[in-house]
């Protein structure tokens, strides 16, 4: 069984789009260590809704913090601190997505960043959505996975743009799982459609 890591090359790029049709695609279990604000409508609560199968299983949050910030800063206001041996990945037979916050290097205390909590043997996936900037945040995040050694690949998310999609393909060399439209809506249905495209990508 494998574990899958979703980072973004920023916020709001679409990685819990992108975990649920993997999770979909797989029938994986789903996990996100940690949220960071909107707890009544979380990131867990969301692919929830968007999974179809009967065989994922959601698990807990390692830390569920109330505002929606940097986790570091979003920790110093619960009160609490962030400690890399409290999070603890979930025992599972299945395979296992799990969805960072933020990209790559969002602080979790004053020394571990999102990345510290990447085993070597995981398969890391990037969204990457296009806007000003976006090549270089892209290029930046599989250039510091490359270097680490991870196997990456990568996963496209709204409208295409084929200049910025070519250059990152051509100077990254990795695998691209496919793109993810700028869709109306997401539902069941929709994610189901998707998980059925990428799936021999994965």
């Known amino acids: 069984m494998k574990t899958y890591f979703i980072t973004g090359i920023s916020t709001e790029v679409g990685k819990t789009v992108a975990a649920a049709i993997v999770t979909e695609a797989l029938q994986a279990d789903y996990w996100k260590p940690v949220q960071a604000g909107d707890l009544d409508n979380s990131d867990t609560h969301k692919v929830q809704r968007f999974i179809s199968n009967s065989r994922s299983v959601f698990h807990q949050n390692a830390y569920a913090l109330h505002t929606p910030m940097s986790p570091h800063a979003a920790a110093e206001i619960d009160g609490i601190h962030i400690n890399l041996k409290d999070i603890i990945v979930p025992k599972t037979d299945n395979h296992l997505v799990i969805e960072g916050a933020g990209g790559l290097l969002v602080p979790l205390n004053d020394c571990d960043t ?37 196997d990456v690949s990568l996963i496209f998310s709204g409208d295409e ?12 060399n990795v695998n691209v799982i496919g793109r ?23």
Not at 197 to 202: A, N, P
Request: proline share 4%; hydrophobic share 40%.
């Open 114 to 150: 999102i990345l510290d909590i990447i085993e070597p043997d995981y398969k890391v996936i990037v969204v990457s959505r296009h806007y000003l900037g976006s090549i270089n945040h892209t290029l930046l995040t599989i250039n510091l996975l490359q270097e680490k050694g991870f």
């Open 161 to 172: 743009h084929p200049t910025t999609e070519s250059i990152i393909k051509k100077m990254t």
């Open 180 to 202: 993810i439209e700028e869709e109306p809506y997401f539902d069941q249905n929709i994610i189901k459609e998707y998980a059925e495209k990428f799936v021999e990508k994965l």
